[in-house]
C-alpha cells in the first residue's frame, strides 16, 4: 500500500514559497463577466469602486491580462510564519477505505486563523496599510476570516471592524475572543450599528442574518467612515489570485515527485479556497498542456453551482454593492438555520462562474450529515479535527476513492483540506448527539431569493 | 535581523523523526529514588505495579540503565502523522521586542490533541493492545491528554474512559465533544461513579475537582474493571521517555545550523514537556560534553518546584497509587479554582525533582495575568494563539530575551511551545475583559495539602 518514496506530509523549502501570485483569469478564454454598476448597468471603472476598496485592490479586480503579479517583500515574510503548508498523502485514510486510489490533501488549517484564509487577509490588509488608511471592515460567516483578517490587522496596526453572521456569533463564542485577542471590534450582524442593519432587522426581526447581509452592513461603515475601507474573504477576483499560493505549493510539491492529480476536488462557498487550489492546474488545462477534473463541492442547504442562475446578481443583500456575474440563489437568499458552518454565501466568484458555465469545472452538492461523518472518519483515521467546510471536500473524495475500489481504477485525488473544526464542536456536537439535520431547499424556497435582482438586458431570471 | 541563513522553520525529514526513545535516567548519575508501596515503605516490584499499568509500561517506568529503547514500528508510523513538529525561529517575536537574543521554539500543537500529549498517548496506547486489552482509563486536567489519549485509542481500536476534572469539564465543553469524536467516554471528576469519587464528594461537596483525584478515579475503574489498565500523560518516567522526541527532533534541527542554545525553557506540570525537550541537552550536560541553562516555569498558584517540599508522597489524592519521592504540595493540594488551564497537579516528575534537588535546573513561578500578557503579545506576532500552559515558557522567554537587552548579552534561547489555546478562550476572554485574578497560596494554604502524607524514615514533612 505504501509507496516508500513520497513521505507522509511533502513540505516545500521557505525559498519554494510562491513569490508571485497567478492570475487564473489572465489564461482564460472566456473572461469572467465584468463588474456592473448597480444603478447604470454599465462596465465599473476603477475610480468607482475606491470609495469601497483599496486602490491596488481594485486593479487586481480588474486585471483579466496579467498572468503572474508579484507578491510584495512584507506579505513574503507574513507567509513564512505559517507557510509553506503541508501537502499530505492520505495513506491512513487509503488504507482505511481499502481503495487503489492514491488520495493527496493540500492542509491550510496549520495557522490560528484555523484555515486558508490568512493568504488573502494578509494582501489585503497589507494594501490598506499602503495606502495610508486607519483600518478596515469587513464581514465573517463562520468566523475564520475575521479571525485571519484580525491576524493581518494586528500585524499592521489597523483598525479592524468584523460584522459577524449572527447564528455564527451565537454558535461560536470563542472566535469572538480569538479575534478580540488579536484586537478586533466584533459585530453580530444584522445590528442596529448601521441603516442597512435596523431595516433588515425591522423587516425580519427574528433573522439569524447572512453574509450578504453582513457585508451590506461592513460596506456601509466603511463608506461612511473616514481612513476606512471594505475587505471581502471571498467571493472577489483579487482574493482568488492571492489563494492562488495554494495551487501553486501543492503544484510544486506534486511535481517534486512526478505525481499528477486526476481529480481535483475543493468545497465552494464563495470559491476563494476552490479557486486558489486549482489555479496552477487549470492554467495548464485552458493552455492545453494537462487535463484534469476539478469538482467544486457545497452544501445541498446553499447550492450555488447546483441549483442557481447565472444572472448578474449583487455581491450584499442590501443591494449597494456592484453587480457581478455568477452563479446566484440571490441576493435575498438566506440559508436555513440548521445549517453549520460556512459555505453560506448566496453567489459564486465570476471566473469560477465562466468556468462551470463552460464545463471547465464540475461541482456536487451534498448533505451535512454525510459531511460530519466524512468529517469524523476522516478525523479519526488522519488525526486532522476538519472544519464543516473541509469536510464537504473530504465527503466527496472519500466517494470517489470508493469509487476507484469498485472500479479498480488507481487515480490519483488531490482536494483541499481548507481548515480546522476547533471551533465547530456546536456543530460536532449535534452530530455526535445524532440531532443534526439535513436540509434541501425546495424550488419555492429558492425563487424568493431572486426578488430584489434587477431586470435587464442579459439578465433573465 | 535576519539570519537569512536560517530559516523561519525548520523542519526535519520524515527520515529524520527519532526511531528511539532516549532514557534520561540512564545518564544521571543521582537516580530518582524508587517508586515505594504505600503500605509497606518498600521499594515496588513490576509485579505489583501490573494491576495497573502495561507491562511494557512498567519495564520503562522502573529502567534505569538502558539509555535508549526503541520505538515500535506501529508507533513511528503514527509518528509521522503529524512529526517531525517545526522548530520556529522567532524572528517575529525578537523584532517585537528588539532584543539581541535568538530565540527558537518548538511547536508541538500542529496536531489535533493540539499539544505534545500525543507522543506519549499513542505508545501508551500501543503497549495497551500489545498486551490484549480492551481499553484503558485515565484523568484530564486541561483536556489536552484527554484528547490526545481519546485520538491514539481511537487508532487502535481501544476502548477510552476519561475523568475530567470539573472544573475544566465545565470551562471547555467542547473538549468534550473533541473526544466524543474520537469514541471516548469523558466523566466530570469528582463522579459518583467510583468509591473513591463518591467519599470526596461528600467530604468536599463544591469541590471544582484536582487531577490527583480525577488520578484516583481513573485507578479505582481500571483495577476493578476486566481488561483495563492506567494510563497517565504525565508525572510518569515512562511518559518522560516517550517525550523525548521533542527534544532529539530539537537537538538534531538545531545542529543542523550549527546552533547551541544556552538556555532551554519548558513549562512545567507533572513534567512531561520539561522532561522530553530537556533530554538530549541534559545528557549532554550530565556527560560533561556542554553546558546548558534549564529553567521549570510553573503557575505561581501551583509551585509544586519553588515552594514544595521534595518527599514521598502519594501520585493520587485517593492515596490508593505508589509513593514517589518528587517536589510536591501534597496529595492533599487543589489549586484555587481560579487558575485556568493546566500545570494543577501537585508534584513533579521524579526524575525532574532529582535534577532539581542537585541543582542541574532551575524553576521559576509566574502569575497568570502575565503569562496571558505573554500569550497575547506572542500570538499576535508570531501567529500561534498559545497554549495557557505554553503561556509560561513564553513569559519566561520574553523576561529574558528583555533582559539580554538591557545587558547586551546575544544568548540563544530554546522554548517549548507545547500547544495551542483554541480550547482555552474562556481564559483568554477573561483576561480580554480584564476580570482574569492572580492567585499566591499562602504558607497556610500549602500546609493543609500535606496532612495525609506518610510520615517515616527519610520522609520530613
Known sequence: ????????????????????????????????APLLNPGTHEPLKAEELYPIFCEDLVAQELNVTDPYIDIPEEIQRFYKMYRPSPLIRAYFLEKALDTPAKIYYKFEGNNTSGSHKLNSAIAQ????????????????????????????????????????????????????????????????????????????????????????????????????????????????????????????????????????????????????NLGGLIAPFAGEKFRGENDYRIIAVE??????????????????TGMVCPLAKMYTLGSGFIPSANH?????????????????????????????????????????????????ESSHAIRVAIDDALKCKETGGEKTILFGLTGTGYFDMTAYEKFNDGVMTDYIPTDEDLKKGFDGIPRFEGNEI
Chains 1, 2 share one sequence.
Not at 227 to 252: A, F, P, T
Open 1 to 32: 500500500m505504501e509507496n516508500t518514496k513520497i513521505p507522509y506530509k511533502i513540505y516545500l523549502d521557505e525559498s519554494e514559497i510562491p513569490t508571485q501570485w497567478y492570475n487564473l483569469r489572465a489564461d482564460m478564454k472566456n473572461k469572467p
Open 125 to 272: 490588509a497589507y494594501y490598506a496599510k499602503k495606502q495610508g488608511l486607519k483600518g478596515v471592515t469587513t464581514e465573517t460567516g463562520a468566523g475564520q476570516w475575521g479571525t485571519a483578517l484580525s491576524m493581518a490587522c494586528s500585524y499592521f496596526g489597523l483598525d479592524c471592524k468584523v460584522y459577524m453572521v449572527k447564528v455564527s456569533y451565537e454558535q461560536k463564542p470563542f472566535r469572538r475572543e480569538v479575534m478580540k485577542t488579536y484586537g478586533a471590534e466584533v459585530t453580530p450582524s444584522p445590528s442596529v450599528t448601521t441603516e442597512i442593519g435596523k431595516k433588515i432587522l425591522e423587516e425580519f426581526p427574528g433573522t439569524t442574518g447572512s453574509l450578504g447581509c453582513a457585508i451590506s452592513e461592513a460596506v456601509e461603515v466603511a463608506t461612511k467612515s473616514e481612513g476606512y475601507r471594505y475587505v471581502l474573504g471571498s467571493v472577489l477576483n483579487q482574493v482568488l489570485l492571492h489563494q492562488s499560493v495554494i495551487g501553486l505549493e501543492s503544484k510544486k510539491a506534486l511535481d517534486k515527485y512526478g505525481v499528477k492529480p486526476d481529480l481535483i476536488i475543493g468545497c465552494a462557498g464563495g470559491g476563494s
Open 299 to 316: 452544501p445541498a442547504s446553499c447550492p450555488s453551482f447546483t441549483r442557481g442562475k447565472y444572472v448578474y446578481d449583487f455581491c450584499d
Open 340 to 388: 453549520a458552518g460556512g459555505l453560506r454565501y448566496h453567489g459564486m466568484n465570476p471566473a469560477l462562474s465562466q468556468l462551470y458555465h463552460d464545463g471547465l469545472i464540475e461541482a456536487r452538492a451534498v448533505e451535512q450529515n454525510s459531511v460530519f461523518e466524512a468529517a469524523e472518519q476522516f478525523a479519526r483515521v488522519e488525526g486532522i479535527l476538519p472544519a464543516p
